[in-house]
T-cell receptor, first 113, second 112 residues
């Protein structure tokens, strides 16, 4: 049962344009969401997070949007740079007790110079 | 500061053998989680330890086990290896819930 879904396994974007990575979740108990970036031969690195009390969080070129009613979040990267080419994982967890972090299957982003 | 250290980086084992992977978290981090990454499956949660106690366990068979020591270092063990256990095993540490994980570079296990 995949509770966090990233339906696009890959995405190609021109340098300078916007990259939009999407993520859907099914567990209504999830209230904390994170995005991680992973380069080959390295572990994932934390990028940005959002709590369910917010619908938007920005950090430089990265913005995460949360639509709780649709159980959908997205990561926007503007402008996209070649160094952003990586696999992006969406992750979610539920507060209350010790809840594990559930990851999606990842989206491979390629930014074309 | 030192990051999360996983050893070894690469490992080749034969079916039926067992393997132990090691993870040293960032100093001060008491939570250590293990994930298995395979193509198309994303990061599958194995287990999480906090102060030497297993707090969460994923849907993996009993062949997968782990432990955490008093210095927060963690090990995971896989017994009776199967070909399907070939994967990248990632360890992540954090201060606790709702803090971002810091991942190690992983151990690439190949079972032949």
């Amino acid at each position: 049962d995949q509770q966090v879904k990233q339906n696009s396994p890959s995405l190609s974007v021109q340098e300078g344009r916007i990259s939009i990575l999407n993520c859907d979740y099914t567990n209504s108990m999830f209230d904390y969401f994170l995005w991680y970036k992973k380069y080959p031969a390295e572990g994932p690195t934390f990028l940005i997070s959002i709590s369910s009390i917010k619908d938007k969080n920005e950090d430089g070129r990265f913005t995460v949007f949360l639509n709780k009613s649709a159980k959908h979040l997205s990561l926007h990267i503007v402008p996209s740079q070649p160094g952003d080419s990586a696999v992006y994982f969406c992750a979610a967890s539920a507060s209350g007790g010790y809840q594990k972090v559930t990851f999606g299957t990842g989206t491979k982003l390629q930014v074309i110079p | 500061k030192a990051g999360v250290t996983q050893t070894p980086r690469y490992l080749i084992k034969t079916r039926g053998q067992q393997v132990t992977l090691s993870c040293s978290p960032i100093s001060g981090h008491r939570s250590v989680s293990w994930y298995q990454q395979t193509p198309g499956q994303g990061l599958q949660f194995l287990f999480e330890y906090f102060s030497e106690t297993q707090r969460n366990k994923g849907n993996f068979p009993g062949r997968f086990s782990g432990r955490q020591f008093s210095n927060s270092r963690s090990e995971m063990n896989v017994s009776t290896l199967e070909l399907g256990d070939s994967a990248l095993y990632l360890c992540a540490s954090s201060f606790g819930q709702n803090y971002g994980y810091t991942f190690g570079s992983g151990t690439r296990l190949t079972v032949v």
